[in-house]
């Protein structure tokens, strides 16, 4: 995610409008003819860029006509989000991906003119590359080369412009879309190498597993169906509107799951007296609400976060080895916030822009914590995951 503003550009961008001030980035859409159905479902690029730090202040996104409705009504019947990932895929091509990377010195073909062999040279991308996908990266005989860029549809739309579709197949930014799709934490530091502050990680990021039902103003909703606009109750900030859904897919096809992407399992009763309702999967980052009757007095703050991985020492939370792939689900609001699964509270995604919902307790202090709670619940069960009385606090680091 994009921590930081770029700079304001004053510019005529001869749209009728006459000179203004751009913030961040502007970008104009429209539904056009392109191809006929099923062929190009769009196309997007920059307009308008800065000339001294070669990022875009103005961009354009075409959607065919063919296609727009026909891929709306599909996710509205099948529970899809080919719409969605399409608008979410072309946002991305505007802030520079692929479009901005030859201008940039960020692609080299190895190959001929007639019979192109794309790679992609940032060094961030190249970095993620080898650690987000050590499978790939080890059987890529030429990895010193760059990350594998699409070269031979012959679609001048496609090639030299997308993460290769055989290497990558469901990352968000190869050239053809899937019935699932994520972003991978190289696109994100691709974006990185273009020159935006942002925030990513190589880890398991903080998340929920598919199948996770999440509280919503209209009553429980499986994580995977929730959608931008989606109203959610937050222990913290009232009724909040879902702004992004990102999905993260940690696949096992080119080799076995790393141990540190592996999810954990909080099965009922893991919070003492919470009212959890079933068991609860989510990624190891992803930090839970954790409460207690004197935790105030033991480290001045009466509700906590603590990451999934350092609760471990609780009974009935366990790390599991997964039979298939494991879909992740990040949910992003305006504000960091506490929101309820299965019951149980516990954070939305994090950006470094917000300030965090309540402080964060973590590595050796947070398992300190743990077996204090531990054992204070085999004297006296009491609720773990209770921020009833939950007032935003100065957040800080324990």
């Known amino acids: 995610m994009i921590l930081s503003d770029v700079s304001d550009k004053y510019a005529d961008v001869n749209d009728g409008m006459g000179p203004r001030w751009f913030d961040d980035l502007e970008i104009s859409a429209q539904i056009v003819s392109i191809d006929g159905v099923g062929g190009v479902l769009a196309n997007a690029g920059p307009t308008y860029y800065r000339t001294a730090e070669l990022i875009p202040f103005a961009g354009q996104m075409n959607f065919d006509s063919a296609d727009a409705q026909r891929l709306y009504d599909a996710d509205v019947t099948n529970g899809t989000n080919k719409w969605y990932d399409t608008v979410l895929h072309e946002m991305i091509h505007v802030l520079g991906f692929g479009t901005m990377w030859k201008l940039q010195g960020l692609i080299a073909n190895y190959g001929t003119a007639q019979a192109p062999d794309y790679r992609y040279t940032g060094t961030l991308g190249n970095q993620a590359y080898a650690t987000e996908f050590p499978a790939l990266y080890a059987a890529d005989t030429q990895s010193g080369l760059g990350v594998p860029v699409e070269s031979d549809t012959g679609s001048a739309g496609t090639d030299g412009g997308h993460w290769d579709e055989v290497t990558f197949d469901t990352e968000l930014m190869t050239g053809f879309i899937d019935t699932t799709n994520s972003v991978s934490a190289m696109t ?13 990680t190589l880890s398991s990021p903080p998340c929920f597993c598919a199948g996770t039902l999440i509280d919503t103003v209209d009553g429980a909703v499986p994580v995977e169906d929730l959608r931008s606009g989606c109203l959610i109750p937050t222990a913290d900030h009232g009724i909040q509107t879902l702004r992004f859904v990102l999905m993260t897919r940690i696949s096992s096809e ?24 079933q068991d609860l999967w989510v990624s190891p980052q992803h930090r839970m609400a954790v409460t207690a009757p004197n935790m105030m007095q033991m480290i001045g703050q009466n509700t906590v976060l603590i990451a999934a991985k350092d609760l471990l020492d609780l009974q009935k939370v366990q790390r599991r080895v997964p039979k298939h792939d494991i879909l992740y689900f990040h949910l992003v609001f305006d504000h960091h916030v506490l929101i309820r699964a299965h019951g149980v509270w516990s954070e939305s995604m994090y950006l470094q822009s917000q300030p965090p ?42």
Do not use: E, W
């Open 188 to 200: 994100l530091a691709s974006l990185a190498d273009l020159g935006y502050d942002v925030s990513y």
């Open 357 to 398: 919902a309540c402080a964060f307790v973590h590595g050796q202090s947070a398992r300190t914590l743990v077996r204090k709670l531990r054992k204070a619940q085999k004297q006296q069960p009491f609720d773990m995951n209770n921020p009833t009385n939950f007032t935003q606090q100065t957040a800080q680091t324990a």
């Open 254 to 277: 080119n080799g076995p799951i790393d141990p540190k992407h592996y999810p954990i399992r909080f099965r009922t009763g893991a919070f003492g007296l919470a009212r959890q309702t």
